[in-house]
C-alpha cells in the first residue's frame, strides 16, 4: 500500500502580474515537501477577465518558457504539479490546469468543461475531457477538474470511472455552498478529492457601450479542502491568507467500491435507466 503526500497551495494570484505568479508558484514547487502539488485555477494571472483581449495578454502556451521551468521543477524534485493557467492553443482561448509528471512524456493539459459566469466571453469551452494520469512508481491516478466543473456530478463521477484515486480540483470559488457539496462528490465515488483554493478579491471597472461605468467585485472564499474518500475533512486552509496543507493518502483503498458484502457503488449502477 503506497503513502503519498498531497498539498494544497493557496494563495492571492495577481490579476496580470504573471511574471511574478510564476516566480511564487516556481518557489512553491521546491519548498513544498509533497508527492503532488495542486495550486488555484488561473494562478499564474488571477480570475476576472472581462474581454477577450486581456486575456490574450495574460496567457501562455502550454510549452512556454514559464511552463517548461514548471516542467523543470517537476521532473528535479519528482513532483507531480497541477497549476491552473490561462491557456493559448491554436487561436484559442482556455481555463485550463496543467498536469506536470516528472516523466514529462506523461505530462497533460485539462481544459475546464464547464465555464462559469462571465468565463463564456472570455474563454473556450474545454475540448479536452476528462482524463487520468497514472503514476505507476507511487501507485496514484490522478484526475483533473476545475472549479464550477464540481457543480455536474458527471465531471467527478468520469473521472473515478476512469480510473481517478485522488481528484484534483484547481478553483477560485465565490460562494461557499461548494463546501457541502465536495464531501458528497467524495463519498459517491470513493475518491479522496483535493481543493486548491485562492483566496481575496478582484475588483474591475466595466465601461459600457452606452457610456455608463460599473463596479464588480468577485471575492473567492480560500478554505482549501482535502477531503477523504469517506467525505473527511483531512486538512482545511482558512478563508482568509496564504496557506499550504499536506496531507498522506493511500490511493489503493479507493479501489474496492464495494461498502458491503452486497453493494458496489459502481457494479451497482443502472445506466440504461439515467438517460432521457
Ligand atoms: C469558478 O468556476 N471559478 C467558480
Given amino acids: 500500500m503506497s503513502i503519498v503526500k498531497v498539498a494544497t497551495i493557496q494563495f492571492e494570484p495577481k490579476l496580470f502580474h504573471v511574471q511574478e505568479n510564476c516566480v511564487r508558484i516556481a518557489e ?18 488571477g480570475y476576472f477577465f472581462i474581454n477577450r483581449k486581456e486575456v490574450t495578454l495574460a496567457s501562455l502556451e502550454f510549452v512556454s518558457p514559464e511552463m517548461n521551468e514548471f516542467q523543470r521543477l517537476a521532473t528535479v524534485f519528482g513532483r507531480i504539479v497541477i497549476v491552473g493557467f490561462a491557456e493559448q492553443f491554436d487561436h484559442a482561448y482556455y481555463n485550463s490546469a496543467a498536469v506536470f509528471h516528472p516523466d514529462k512524456q506523461k505530462s497533460r493539459v485539462y481544459r475546464k468543461t464547464h465555464l462559469f459566469y462571465k468565463e463564456r466571453f472570455v474563454f473556450n469551452e474545454g475540448d479536452t475531457g476528462f482524463f487520468v494520469i497514472h503514476d505507476e512508481e507511487r501507485d496514484v491516478k490522478i484526475g483533473t477538474m476545475i472549479c464550477y466543473d464540481w457543480r455536474f456530478p ?123
Fill in 154 to 276: 458527471e465531471s467527478a463521477r468520469s473521472l473515478a470511472l476512469h480510473g481517478a484515486d485522488l481528484i484534483v480540483c484547481p478553483s477560485n470559488l465565490v460562494t461557499h455552498i461548494w463546501t457541502s457539496v465536495m464531501p458528497t462528490r467524495a463519498i459517491e465515488n470513493k475518491v479522496y478529492l483535493a481543493v486548491a483554493n485562492r483566496w481575496g478579491n478582484e475588483e474591475r471597472t466595466i465601461h459600457e457601450t452606452d457610456g455608463t461605468e460599473s463596479t464588480e467585485v468577485l471575492s473567492f472564499n480560500g478554505q482549501s479542502s482535502i477531503y477523504s474518500y469517506n467525505g473527511e475533512i483531512l486538512a482545511q486552509s482558512l478563508a482568509v491568507g496564504d496557506d499550504v496543507r499536506i496531507v498522506e493518502i493511500e490511493p489503493q483503498k479507493t479501489r474496492d467500491k464495494s461498502f458491503n458484502a452486497y453493494n458496489h457503488i459502481f457494479d451497482d449502477r443502472r445506466s440504461k435507466f439515467y438517460s432521457i
Fill in 28 to 45: 512553491y514547487i521546491s519548498s513544498t515537501q509533497a508527492d503532488i502539488i495542486v495550486f488555484p485555477e488561473l494562478a499564474t494571472c
